[in-house]
């Protein structure tokens, strides 16, 4: 059963679960069709997460607030905050990840030097425990693996992510909290997340409720 977070007239944000496509394929249904069986109503899709990410995700509830959302998602009005874990130590610990993405032999991304039509990130760093990092993540553009790429370009490939570093029960990424405008109402939503060993740990936990209390961000993030 999905989780739902939020329900407006015009959206819904519901919790989503670890892999788990969009899309219906392989005789495997797809999160919008799950989604509007469960909640039985008609659902549009707005913006999207990787299978093997999970967190805060919209759907629209008519093709007007659709195409509304849309617009917000595509001018990158709606803010996203992700959070990721890694047991790699960063280049440095703070900072904007910028560059160009191509794809990469094995059917992944890599990050190119060009900024030609570059990929954005701007992220913070804090140690959770020894050997394990926790990396908050904003991303300004909307690319394709983009945070799992530019984590890796930074030397902190995150945890669990098959195709950018080591295997583990899950990749250890989700998506947060989105917070956005919408019909001059201020919406933030925000879900921690739920599967994972990493992710249940006592230390991870503590951390992300410093996080909450924001003590940990950076004054220009706050």
Same mark, same amino acid.
């Given at each position: !059963? ?9 959206? !819904? ?6 892999? /788990? =496509? !969009? ?12 989604? +509007? ?11 999207? &997460?990787?299978?093997?990410? @999970?967190?805060? /995700? ?7 607030? $659709? ?6 998602? @595509? +001018? ?7 959070? $990721?874990?890694?047991?790699?130590? #960063? ?9 160009? !993405? ?5 059917? =992944?991304?890599? /990050? ?7 990929? *954005?990130?701007?992220?913070? @760093? ?5 050997? &394990?990092? &926790? ?11 983009? *945070? ?6 930074? =030397?902190?490939?995150? /945890? =669990? ?5 080591? $295997?583990?029960?899950?990749?250890? &990424? ?14 933030? *939503? ?21 996080? +909450?209390?924001?003590?940990?961000? #950076?004054?220009?993030?706050?």
């Amino acid at each position: !059963m999905l989780q739902r977070l939020f329900d407006h007239p015009d959206f !819904m944000a519901i919790y989503k679960p670890i892999d /788990l =496509g !969009m899309h219906s394929e392989a005789g495997e249904l797809g999160l919008q069709v799950i989604a +509007e069986q469960q909640f039985g109503l008609k659902l549009w899709m707005v913006h999207r &997460l990787d299978k093997v990410t @999970s967190g805060v /995700l919209l759907f629209a509830k008519n093709a007007e607030a $659709a195409a509304e959302l849309s617009k917000l998602f @595509s +001018e990158h009005s709606i803010q996203k905050t992700y959070l $990721a874990l890694s047991q790699s130590k #960063p280049k440095r610990k703070q900072g904007r990840i910028k560059g160009d !993405m191509a794809t990469a032999r094995n059917g =992944g991304y890599k /990050l190119l030097k060009t900024v030609a039509r570059p990929a *954005i990130t701007d992220f913070f @760093s804090l140690s959770v425990e020894p050997g &394990l990092r &926790l990396f908050v993540c904003r991303p300004k553009t909307g690319k394709t693996h983009q *945070i799992r790429v530019a984590l890796k370009s930074e =030397g902190s490939a995150i /945890l =669990g992510d098959q195709r950018y570093g080591n $295997a583990s029960d899950r990749t250890y &990424l989700h998506a947060w909290r989105l917070a956005f405008e919408y019909h001059n109402d201020a919406f933030q *939503i925000e879900a921690a997340p739920a599967e994972g060993e990493w992710f249940n740990r006592r230390a991870f936990k503590d951390k992300l409720k410093q996080l +909450e209390n924001v003590d940990h961000w #950076p004054e220009h993030w706050r």
